[in-house]
């Protein structure tokens, strides 16, 4: 994991033995050729925060609609297991902390599945 993500296991500067964020791409991308998509602050997601469908799902999004956005993969300040995608939490759409951030992405498919 430490080749992949910063997590409180490897985020501890070594002069002030504090942790924090640390620039993207420090560390080896995964086999997509993203960096830090585990560890390093947690990300929104587009979904809100609840219980999946109790049916088999690929991708599987979470309600349409919620007091509480999602966001996954761990961050800094949190040990390494919360370092994974299926990781999630929730958190009121104005939150702000020094361990959650975004990553702007888009889709080739529409909303329809197009």
């Known amino acids: 994991l430490?080749?992949?993500?910063?997590y409180s296991g490897?985020?501890?500067g070594l002069i002030s033995n504090v942790g924090?964020?640390?620039?993207?791409?420090?560390?080896?991308?995964?086999?997509?050729?993203?960096y830090d998509m585990h560890g390093n602050v947690w990300e929104?997601?587009?979904?809100?925060?609840?219980?999946?469908?109790?049916?088999?799902?690929?991708?599987?999004m979470g309600p349409?609609?919620?007091?509480?956005?999602?966001?996954?993969?761990?961050?800094?300040?949190g040990p390494a297991?919360?370092?994974?995608?299926a990781s999630r939490g929730g958190g009121l759409p104005s939150a702000r902390t020094i361990f959650l951030g975004f990553r702007l992405s888009f889709s080739s498919v529409?909303?329809?599945?197009r």
Do not use: E
Not at 2 to 6: C, F, L, S, T
Not at 110 to 113: C, F, I, N, T
């Open 2 to 6: 430490g080749r992949y993500a910063w």
């Open 10 to 12: 490897n985020a501890v």
């Open 20 to 34: 924090s964020t640390h620039p993207v791409g420090q560390k080896q991308p995964n086999a997509w050729g993203l």
């Open 44 to 60: 929104w997601c587009w979904d809100w925060y609840g219980n999946y469908a109790s049916t088999t799902a690929i991708d599987a």
């Open 64 to 77: 349409d609609t919620g007091s509480f956005r999602m966001f996954r993969g761990g961050s800094w300040i």
């Open 81 to 85: 297991r919360f370092c994974r995608s």
């Open 110 to 113: 529409d909303q329809s599945g």
